[in-house]
């Protein structure tokens, strides 16, 4: 036969549930220990490319591209493939007529933001630097949204 189950009996049964727990450590004010390196940015892995509208296709380390306003030309490349790339080369736009609609201005170009699609990485915003542009155009070409191939 059973004993009957008082609500005095069902109590005391929790606080020792409660009180065995708190022993073995569940449930404490302990907070979890880590250990080992925080985990880094990932880079880019396998080929970087600048996507040219104008063109249609990505390009690496290109001589020339453009935007909807503004091409870039004769383009040497200091660095390619991390986290920015950087060129020399000229810059010139429909924004420049007629001053310098034949040769450009000298502009140094950064490419940054690189976003990865599958197995390779696209850079996504460029900063053309130049001493002769306009302010309203050097305030525009400070961040030049690039566009990222749609797979």
Known sequence: MSKPTTPATVLA????????AAAAG?????????EGPAPSASRAVGPVYVS???????LRRPTS?????TSLSRLSWRSWGKEKAVATGRVTG????????????PA????????????VSYYTRATVRSTRLPPEQARELRDLPLPVPKY
């Open 13 to 20: 049964l929790m606080l020792s549930l409660a009180a065995v």
């Open 26 to 34: 569940c449930g404490g004010p302990a907070q979890p220990r880590v």
């Open 94 to 105: 429909m924004w420049c007529m007629p001053d310098c609609a034949k040769s450009g201005y």
């Open 52 to 58: 040219d509208p104008v063109v249609g296709q990505p």
């Open 65 to 69: 591209f453009g935007t909807e306003h």
């Open 108 to 119: 140094t170009v950064e490419l940054s933001r690189l976003v990865r699609q599958e197995n």
